[in-house]
C-alpha cells in the first residue's frame, strides 16, 4: 500500500540509536510514489545531521587558558584543526547512512547545518516542511534524562 509521506527528516549523530532509526524509517515507513500525471513530488528521505559549532565542540575558549595557551596567532590555525577534524566525521556520518540507505534503495537527500541540535532540527523541520521527523533514543531513564537535557523531550 502506497504512502502519502513527501519529506521524512532523520536526524543521526553517529550514534546506533539514531542509525537504527534511520533503518527503521527506511522499513516501515511509506513514501508518496511518483505520479504519471506529475502533480505532486515523488517522496524523499533526508538525512540530517546537525554539527556542532567549533566553540562548542571544544568546550574551551582558547583566549581564556593562561600560560601556554593559544596565542592570537594561532587561535585562527587551532579553529581550522577543529573544524577540518569536524568536517571528517561528518562525512564519516553521512558515508555510513548512506550506506544504510543504499542497502534500502531509497530516495534520499542529505543535509549538514552547524548550531545547537534543538534549534537547528526544529529550522529545518519547519523550513522543508517535513511530513515527519525521525530520531533516535538513547534509553535513558526518566532521572538521566532529566538530567542529561535529552534532545528529543524538547523536541
Partial sequence: MPGNLGCVIVAVDGSEGSMDSLRWALDNLKLRPSTPDCTESTGYFIILHVQSPPSI??????????????????????????????????????????????????????QVVIGDPKEKICEVVENLRADLLVMGSRAFGPIKSKMMGVLGAVL
Fill in 57 to 110: 565542540a571544544t568546550g574551551l575558549n582558547p583566549g581564556a587558558i593562561p600560560f601556554g595557551g593559544p596565542t592570537d596567532l594561532e587561535v585562527p590555525a587551532f579553529m581550522a584543526a577543529i573544524e577540518a577534524h569536524q568536517k571528517r566525521i561528518t562525512e564519516a556520518i553521512l558515508n555510513y547512512a548512506l550506506q544504510i540507505c543504499s542497502e534500502k534503495k531509497a530516495n534520499v537527500k542529505t
